[in-house]
């Protein structure tokens, strides 16, 4: 099982960040999609658990960054300079084997999502 936890109303600006632990089992792949109200799930940010690889989604990279701790078989995701665009439920994913996808359809798990709300 995947929990995730952090989201907040924050305002524009801040940085917030988002833990997910993991429980049951250990995963090659983990990471981080968002959807925000009347669009499609988006891709932010994955990490391999072994290696500590990471990919972003290009409109993020330089904002958000995704950390792991493999003794807690917990990831993180470090979000700064937020903006209101930022608004969303965040979804913890995760993945067996250690291919990154930005397809939401290759990750197995799925967290319950936490609210990010960002004020302008």
């Known amino acids: 099982q995947l929990q995730a936890s952090g989201g907040g109303l924050v305002q524009a600006g801040d940085s917030l960040r988002l833990l997910c632990s993991a429980s049951?089992?250990?995963?090659?792949?983990m990471g981080w999609f968002r959807q925000a109200p009347g669009k499609e799930r988006e891709f932010v940010a994955a990490?391999?658990?072994?290696?500590?690889?990471?990919s972003y989604a290009d409109s993020l990279k330089g904002r958000f960054t995704t950390s792991r701790d493999n003794a807690k078989n917990t990831i993180y995701l470090q979000m700064s300079t937020l903006r209101p665009e930022d608004t969303a439920v965040y979804y913890c994913?995760?993945?067996?084997?250690?291919?990154?996808?930005?397809?939401?359809?290759?990750?197995?798990?799925w967290g319950q999502g936490t609210q990010v709300t960002v004020s302008s």
């Open positions: 994913v995760a993945r067996v084997n250690v291919a990154i996808f930005t397809d939401p359809r290759q990750y197995d798990y």
């Open positions: 990490i391999r658990t072994s290696s500590g690889y990471t």
């Open positions: 049951g089992r250990t995963f090659g792949t």
